[in-house]
């Protein structure tokens, strides 16, 4: 069965795939720029002390994304 959630809810270690990115203008223009589009698999790697933000492994790169702009990516879990 597959399950889709927010980029924020996933579990550390967990693959996901990207299925909508859900804001516009220049914040959808930095996810797309930072390689954040359909289809595209992520993961969570790990998350600062405080919980936020949270590094995200992404076409063999590390980028780090604050909970407010990860929800806004949905994912489905693979």
């Known amino acids: 069965m597959q399950k889709y959630t927010t ?3 996933l579990k550390l270690n967990t693959y996901a795939k990207v299925i909508e990115i859900n804001c516009s ?3 959808r ?4 720029d ?5 289809g595209t ?9 405080l919980g936020d933000p ?4 992404i076409r063999k ?4 994304l604050r909970e407010e ?3 806004k990516i949905k994912v489905l879990e693979t």
């Open 61 to 64: 790169t590390v980028i780090a």
């Open 34 to 38: 930072l390689g954040i589009i359909k």
């Open 7 to 9: 980029l924020n809810k």
């Open 54 to 57: 949270t590094a995200y492994e």
């Open 29 to 32: 223009r930095r996810f797309l």
């Open 69 to 71: 702009d990860s929800e």
């Open 41 to 49: 698999k992520i993961r969570p790697i790990f998350k600062s002390p």
């Open 25 to 27: 203008g220049s914040e």
